[in-house]
């Protein structure tokens, strides 16, 4: 099966958005974003291996293993603008697709890095230590709009979903971010104003990655702040006009931040 995959035909759509799903997604989860009225927009989701039409192939257990194969399968979709979406873990996946095809003289016109933590981090989720619990994730995964808690209540859908959200946890675990060049790509940050999991500060520290232009907005909502309304045209409209709001605008959702891009590589 492929790992890209067009949700709706338009040949004639002038740009593309390539979406990766968080931890235990798939690409039907933005199959709805086809019907949002951006007929200029050719929206394709990533497939993650180990879930759905990929069920019988074996799960990723290291994220830059999945970027490499994500990354050679988007290669053939940049014949035009391309915007990168990741959310929560795909927002680091997709990071790491955009290192790789900058490395091989590519490249997207913007990545959206949304709901997720900077790679760099220091308080980045695979530095916590965290340890598994099939009934703990179950109650994150539903407490976070991921899931409807009676269907996570039915053994069977445990039995089919819990190995793969155990091996993207896994995965996020193990992850370490290498030191490198920042993007010379658009970043978009966009983050739920009331999502304990990135903060306003934590949602700055993604400027250092990129020698780009960067944007950082805090919208109405959680950690599933997309849902069921994603704001597609701030992931896909040019950058306007901006203020410097400070964190406490940011955090209602009111301010569109800017500032100076890094002008050397980020560590961590």
Do not use: K
């Amino acid at each position: 099966m492929s790992t890209v995959r067009i949700l709706e035909p338009r040949p004639d759509a002038p740009q593309r958005l390539i979406c990766l799903p968080h931890a235990g997604g798939s690409a039907n989860y933005y199959r709805g974003w086809v019907l949002r009225g951006r007929t200029d927009t050719e929206v394709l989701g990533v497939q993650y291996p180990g879930r759905a039409d990929r069920l019988l192939e074996p799960c990723h257990h290291d994220l830059h293993a999945m970027a490499e194969e994500v990354c050679a399968a988007v290669l053939p979709e940049l014949d035009r603008p391309v915007t990168l979406f990741g959310h929560s873990m795909g927002a680091i996946v997709a990071y790491e697709v955009a290192r790789l095809l900058e490395e091989q003289g590519r490249g997207v016109r913007r990545l959206v890095a949304s709901a997720a933590r900077a790679p760099h981090d220091p308080a980045h989720v695979s530095v916590q230590g965290a340890v598994w619990n099939d009934d703990s994730a179950v109650r994150s995964i539903v407490a976070m709009g991921q899931a409807d808690a009676e269907l996570m209540a039915d053994p069977r859908v445990r039995e089919l979903v819990l190995p793969y959200l155990r091996a993207d946890f896994e995965l996020f675990q193990r992850y370490a971010h290498r030191p490198g060049p920042p993007l010379a790509c658009e970043l978009l940050v966009v983050r739920g104003a009331d999502d304990p999991h990135v903060t306003h500060h934590q949602g700055e520290l993604w400027q250092e990655l990129t020698r780009g232009p960067f944007r950082h907005r805090a919208l109405p909502g959680g950690h599933f702040y997309l849902a069921p309304e994603p704001p597609l045209d701030l992931y896909l409209d040019p950058f306007g006009p901006y203020r410097d709001t400070g964190p406490a605008a940011s955090a209602v959702g009111g301010g569109e931040l800017r500032r100076q891009p890094a002008q050397s590589g980020a560590t961590g």
